[in-house]
């Protein structure tokens, strides 16, 4: 099926390739910057694959010819995913000390959290109600889709509907038990366990973690896919 090998590829995305999304994301918003959460709603790739080829999101901004967002009011929502992303990526409730961005793929500092929240541990209560409640502090644009007038769920599976998979999962894939906590190339995808495409909800009772290994070699077997 064209799909496996569509997969395939993307398992080898160059350097390029994400540069040129970054460019056409920024081009289609008309700025010469991006957020974050700005890119998520509309790139074809993970933030993760950008922190974890650039180090540092604004470096995948300059090297893409783009401006720096300006960092004076970064919304509570973006400060969430990112607490999203370095949890997602390093596989376990993270360490106030794993945000120092030498550390890994956090794009905020420390400090930028005890600035905001008072400390890490008020952060990630404040991240766990955010999670649960899918409040954010500032509207989001929307997307416009084909599916407007129907009830079903989105196919997509937003980025605050996958940390709360990946963590009621423990970061761990349901098929083979691979985990990022035990070996940081682990790369975890929230997969539909009744397909979309056969009537299954985006929700969260039908959403488990899978790694983007068994989640290939499910659609091998299936038709189903993120
Ligand atoms: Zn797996």
Known sequence: MSEFRVRLRKRNITEEELLADLKRVASELSKDTLTVV?????????????????K??????????LNAPNRQH????????????????????????ELDKAHGVSEFSLGTYEKRFGSWNKALLAFESFIQTGKFSEPRPKLAGP????KRTDRKINWRLRAQVLIRDNC?????????????????????IK???K???TVLENLRTLCIKCNIGKSDLHDENN
């Open 38 to 54: 700005e890119y998520t709603e509309r790139g074809n790739f993970g933030a993760n694959t950008f922190l974890r080829r650039f």
């Open 56 to 65: 540092q999101w604004n470096l995948a901004l300059q090297m893409a010819g």
């Open 74 to 97: 970064v919304p509570d929502a973006e400060l969430f995913e990112n607490i999203a992303n370095v949890w997602t990526s390093v596989g376990h409730q993270p360490f106030g000390r």
């Open 147 to 150: 599916s407007q007038s129907s």
């Open 172 to 192: 761990i894939c349901q098929m083979c038990g691979a985990s990022p906590a035990k070996d940081p190339s682990v790369n975890l995808h929230a997969d539909h």
């Open 195 to 197: 397909p979309w495409s």
């Open 199 to 201: 009537g299954g909800e």
